[in-house]
């Protein structure tokens, strides 16, 4: 096991673990150095994903039936009608 020692501070101050390892070095001349603490700022990954979509959709339908129209008497006349619209927005991100 190595040891450490350290003499000749200018500045006493008890430590706990967590900020005994934020400690960073000196200049040498007997003082410690102006980062005496050393809060680098730590970058997370930016995972995030914005999307901005406009979606629309328009379906209109019109029907008419005019089967039989001005016939009189007519007997057996029929309308098969069988609307269908379909319609559909997707985004994969």
């Known amino acids: 096991m190595n040891t450490l020692t350290i003499k000749d501070l200018s500045i006493t101050a008890q430590l706990d673990s967590k900020a005994m390892s934020a400690v960073r070095g000196g200049y040498g001349y007997g003082f410690p150095s102006s980062s005496y603490f050393s809060f680098?700022?730590?970058y997370a990954p930016n995972n995030s994903k914005?999307?901005?979509a406009?979606?629309?959709?328009n379906t209109s339908m019109s029907i008419q039936n005019a089967n039989g129209n001005n016939?009189?008497?007519?007997?057996?006349v029929t309308t098969t009608i069988n609307p269908h619209v379909s319609a559909s927005n997707n985004i994969n991100v």
């Open 40 to 42: 680098d700022p730590v």
């Open 50 to 52: 914005t999307v901005n």
């Open 71 to 76: 016939a009189a008497f007519v007997a057996g």
């Open 54 to 57: 406009t979606q629309l959709i």
